[in-house]
């Protein structure tokens, strides 16, 4: 439809070169005046093209791992519908990061107030004020007490009444500054490990559906048989994962407080090398983070360690790769535009219900300027919420893919070695069980 109305505008500005617009020295007039060329159209037109066609030969050579990837997006629902107990368990690490979150302001506020405080003389140097006592030497800037100072200074008249001992801050000891760097480390190693450990169990859960060739034969309390395994035996994978993506995270911190501290030098090779070494270790971050949660499906399915089951994980990725970009890319945009919809549908509903009348007899003392506020933290609030429970069916569609890969290499169809795999997927791929 772009390329059309593109091709549109083109042809009519070109054949009505008069047809422009009376320009007033504003932003919306600039705009509007390249708008108003054929040329600028043309260019709208070749790039949307190209667009067009580079998706249309993507589609058409990955076409049957796209009907692949809908076919595992329709596996997932499966199994989620045969566990619904799952589409709720994220809201127990959602709840536990949130407490994780609101325990290490606390702990960082408690260690930030741990220390004396800390006086110093000021204004000193614009009197003829003299001090007394211990305090007959002091001069603008030096440390002092306020007791002392208001026997040996601020009582001797006039003269001393704009000299003050004024509170600069904390003495802290060096010890709670450690304990400020523990709990930064402990706060994100315990928020990847909370995370890490619901990818576990959901993980667990539906690689124990898809290796049931008779669905029906699922255990009901598949969930909790998952969360008990990964209670028993794979916290320390878990909390190896965990700690490598803190790791990460803190040369991440280290390099953004060199940068800030380096700003003001103003060095342009310096602010070139931190730039490219920000870029790289979030990128590391972001494959650690797909790495972990491949590798925790992976000690889900087989109960290996956590290397071992990164390098599987990575080896069998690697040699699936055309499917594992046409999966990644289809349930991404799938997902997200679910998720979107939900959004905009509250939101929508939202302001309905607040430029109603049916709002008016509720709360006839409300008078509601800007409706738009109350819409937009509706719509970021759903955004977040349907995030959380995607997240649930998007650990599905991974799990199963991960399974899937596996039955296809370790599997046959023959009677000793069935695939596990649904119909569907049987079909797709020209596969049978005989």
């Excluded at 309390?221 to 209670?231: E, G, K, N, P, Q």
């Excluded at 700690?243 to 407080?257: D, M, P, S």
């Excluded at 790769?321 to 990644?328: G, Q």
């Amino acid at each position: 439809m772009r390329v059309v109305q593109s091709y549109r505008q083109y042809d009519f500005f070109s054949k009505n070169p008069e047809d422009r617009i009376n320009l007033q020295p504003n932003l919306k007039s600039f705009i509007n005046s390249y708008l108003a060329k054929s040329d600028t159209w043309l260019y709208i037109l070749i790039a949307l093209s190209i667009i067009l066609v580079v998706i249309l030969l993507l589609i058409i050579v990955f076409r049957k791992r796209i009907v692949i990837a809908i076919a595992l997006i329709k596996e997932g629902s499966k199994a989620v519908s045969s566990n619904l107990s799952t589409v709720f368990f994220p809201i127990v690490p959602w709840l536990l990061q949130i407490s994780v979150i609101v325990l290490s302001i606390l702990m960082f506020l408690y260690l930030s107030s741990i220390g004396e405080p800390s006086y110093k003389i000021v204004g000193m140097n614009k009197t003829s004020c003299v001090c007394t006592g211990e305090y007959s030497t002091i001069k603008n800037g030096d440390s002092c007490n306020q007791t002392k100072f208001l026997n040996y200074c601020s009582n001797l008249g006039p003269e001393c009444s704009t000299v003050s001992c004024h509170y600069i801050g904390l003495n802290a000891p060096q010890i709670a500054q450690y304990f400020k760097y523990i709990t930064i480390v402990g706060f994100f190693w315990l928020l990847f490990f909370i995370s890490g450990f619901s990818e576990m169990v959901l993980a667990g859960t539906f690689s124990e559906w898809y290796w049931t060739i008779n669905k029906a034969d699922v255990p009901f309390f598949t969930l909790s048989a998952s969360i008990y395994r990964t209670i028993r035996f794979h916290l320390g994978t878990i909390a190896f994962g965990s700690l490598i993506l803190t790791i990460c995270r803190i040369i991440r911190l280290i390099i953004e407080y060199i940068d800030q501290k380096l700003k003001k030098y103003n060095n342009e090779l310096t602010r070139a090398i931190l730039c490219c070494c920000r870029c790289f270790f979030w990128c590391l971050e972001n494959f650690l983070k797909f790495l972990n949660r491949n590798a925790y499906i992976m000690c889900a399915i087989h109960g290996k360690n956590f290397c071992s089951s990164a390098r599987d994980a990575f080896n069998l990725l690697m040699r699936n790769v055309l499917r594992v970009i046409a999966l990644d890319k289809t349930t991404d945009f799938l997902f997200f535009l679910s998720k979107l919809l939900i959004s905009l549908g509250m939101a929508a509903c939202t302001f309905t219900y607040l430029t109603s009348e049916l709002f008016n007899n509720h709360f006839p003392d409300i008078l509601l300027h800007y409706p738009i506020v109350q819409v937009g933290f509706i719509f970021v609030g759903s955004y977040i919420i349907a995030s959380v429970f995607f997240s649930v069916y998007s650990m599905a569609v991974d799990t199963l893919f991960l399974c899937f890969l596996e039955d296809c290499e370790r599997n046959d169809g023959s009677q000793d070695r069935p695939y596990f795999m649904s119909k569907q997927l049987m079909k797709i791929l020209n596969k049978t069980n005989k």
